[in-house]
C-alpha cells in the first residue's frame, strides 16, 4: 500500500517472477511530469486511471481526456471482478477497496458534459495560426487582425467577431497596409475559408463565454479530495488539430494564470495530455518550442504534465528530457521505426542488471510494465518489471444515464451551461457601419440652403426654376422679350458658330430662322 506522500502504482517482479516491492510515485515529484506508452490495447488507459485515482485520493485535482469513453468509469464504485481480485492479489493490495470518485464532465460541444469554452482573444494568434494550419503570410494578416482589434478596443470573443473584422481590414486595406504592411484581400479570403471550415466542424461551440476559469477545474471535495475532471473527446477526435491546439491553450493558461511555488509537498493539479503525439504531429517549430518552454517552467507553478502515446519517438526530445516519472507498456517491433521505439525506450531508463530492458518492453503482457520513478533527490529510479494494481472505480464507461445524473449534480452546471453572447466586435463594427451609412444618406438629402446651392444651370427660357424668385416659382409664363434665349435660338446660334464661310451662314441661318419662326 502507498503511503501518505506516494501513489501505489503496483508491484514490481524478480526475475522468477515472484513479488519483489511496491512501486510508488512520490507526491513531492509528481509535478515533475511523465510518460505512460504503450501499443494499443496493453494497459495504458487503466495505468492513467490508477494514477488519476491516487492523485484525487491526495487532494490533488486532475485534468484528463476521455479518448475512448471508458476513462468515464472512474465515476461510478468499482466491483469486485475475479481478474481484479486477482490482481490485488498478486500486487498485495490489501485492503482492495472499491470507491467512486467526483468526477467533473466537460464537453467542447455541450452534449456530453458541460460546455467549456476559450474566447478568440485567449487563444490568441499564435494558436489559431496553428489550428488554421496558415502559411506565414495569413498567420501576419491575423496578427495584425489583432494589434487592429486592441488599438480600436474591438473585444474578440467568437468566431463571428474575427469573421467580422477580417472584413472590415479587407475593406481597410490600404490604410492598414500603409501602417503594418501589406494586407491582401485573397489572405483574408483565405482565412475567412478557415473559419468557416471551423464553423462546420463545432468549433463555434468552443469559441464564446462564459471561458472557463481555471480554479474550476482545480476544485477539491469536502472530504478532502481532488476533482477528475474528463474531457469527453471521442468526438473531438474527428477534429484532431482542434483537440490538440484545445489542450496546449489550457496548458498555456495554466502556465500565465498561476503562481510560482517553487516545488509543494504535493502537485496544485495534473494534467494528463492523451494521444499527445497530436501535439506534436507536423507542428512548426515554434510550438514545439512553446510546449518546451510550458513544460520546462510550469513545474514551478505546481502542475505536473503526463504524456500518454503509444510510441515514445512522439514526443520531441527537448519535452522528453522534463519527464522523470515513466511507465512503458508493452511495445511491438516489427518494423525499423518500432525497432527504434524500443531501444529509445529502453535507452531512457535508469538500467536495471536483473534483466534487457529492450527485450523485455517486447514481452510485456497486458497491464504490466516496466516503471521508473523520481526517488529521493529527484534521482530516477532502477527500472523496473512492474504488474500495476487495479484500479478502485469501474473499468469501463458508464451509462448515458449515469453521466447525465452526475452532470445535473454537477457544482459548475450553473456556470457554463448557458452561453453568454455581450457586445463585441461584431456587434461594435456593425453600428460603426450603421452610422457611416446614415451620415451618408443625409449628407445626399439634406435640404438646400436658402438663397440656392453653390451650383447653379443656366435658365433657357424657364426650364430651370432653380434661382427664380418666390414670387415666380413654378409660373408657366414665357420669357421677357429679347433679354433671354430659347433653347432654339440658342441653338441655331451654337450651329452657326460652327460653319465656316460666310454663304455657308448665311444659307444656315436662312433655314433655322424659318424654322424658329414657324414655332
Known sequence: MAQEDS??????????????????????????????????????????????????NAGVPVFCADIKGDLSGVAAMGEPKDFLVARAEAVKLDPYEFREFPVIFWDLFGQQGHP????????????????????DAQEGVLNIAFRIADEEGL??????????????IAERAGEIGSRYGNVTKPSVGSIQRSLLVLEQQGAAN??????????DIMRTTADGRGAINVLAADKLMMNPRLYATFLLWLLSELFEELPEIGDPDKPKLVFFFDEAHLLFDDAPKIVVDRVEQVVRLIRSKGVGVYFVTQNPLDIPDTVLAQLGNRVQHALRAYTPREQKAVKTAADTFRPN???????????????????????????????????????SARVGPITPEERAKLIASSPVGHLYDETIDRE?????????????????????????????????LPDFGGGNTQNQTPTTRGRTTAPRGSSRQTVAEAAIKSVVRSVGSSVGRAIVRGILGSLTKGR
Open 424 to 456: 463585441s466586435a461584431f456587434e461594435m463594427l456593425q453600428k460603426k457601419a450603421q452610422a457611416a451609412q446614415q451620415a451618408q444618406q443625409e449628407a445626399q438629402q439634406q435640404p438646400q440652403e436658402a438663397g440656392g446651392s453653390r451650383w447653379t
Open 7 to 56: 501513489i501505489f502504482i503496483g508491484a514490481s517482479r524478480k526475475p522468477d517472477d515472484s513479488y519483489q516491492r511496491p512501486e510508488e510515485l512520490l507526491l513531492k515529484y509528481g509535478n515533475r511530469h511523465g510518460l505512460v506508452t504503450g501499443a494499443t490495447g496493453t494497459g495504458k488507459t487503466v495505468t492513467l486511471q490508477v494514477l488519476a485515482e491516487g492523485f484525487s
Open 155 to 168: 473585444l474578440l470573443l467568437d468566431l463571428k467577431d474575427l469573421q467580422a473584422l477580417l472584413a472590415n
Open 353 to 391: 542488471p536483473d534483466f534487457d530492458c529492450a527485450k523485455a518492453i517486447t514481452q510485456l503482457g497486458v497491464g504490466e510494465a516496466l516503471v521508473s520513478t523520481l526517488e529521493a533527490k529527484a534521482v530516477p529510479s532502477m527500472v523496473q518489471r512492474t504488474l500495476i494494481r487495479p484500479p
Open 206 to 215: 468552443f469559441f464564446g463565454e462564459p471561458a472557463l476559469k481555471i480554479a
Open 116 to 135: 467549456i469554452r476559450a474566447t478568440i482573444s485567449e487563444m490568441g494568434p499564435l494558436l489559431l495560426s496553428r489550428l488554421m494550419n496558415l502559411t
